[in-house]
């Protein structure tokens, strides 16, 4: 298995934090074809981190609620990275 490179660690950020252009399901399966050449302990502590910084960005969206539309779509593609995330991890820990 390959280690993580900057490049690899872009790409899988790049993927998961697409909450605009794709579903959470799209961007496991991309995020898990990537990493299927690649160290799944340093794999599974990177996309641990991004699921944890996605997740407190989508929180301060939510502790802070201005009721309007862009804030609902910014919160809700949030919601589909962090859950990208947790089905990338949960893949990689079976």
Known sequence: MNSLTKNDTDKIRAILGCGWQATA????????????????????????????EFYQSYNIQAKNPSGS????EVMQAERSNFTACEIVLKNLKE
């Open 69 to 72: 539309g862009h804030q609902a």
């Open 25 to 52: 399901e799209d961007k496991s399966k991309q995020a898990l074809n990537l990493m299927s050449s690649l160290n799944k302990v340093e794999c599974i502590k990177l996309v641990e981190k991004l699921c944890e």
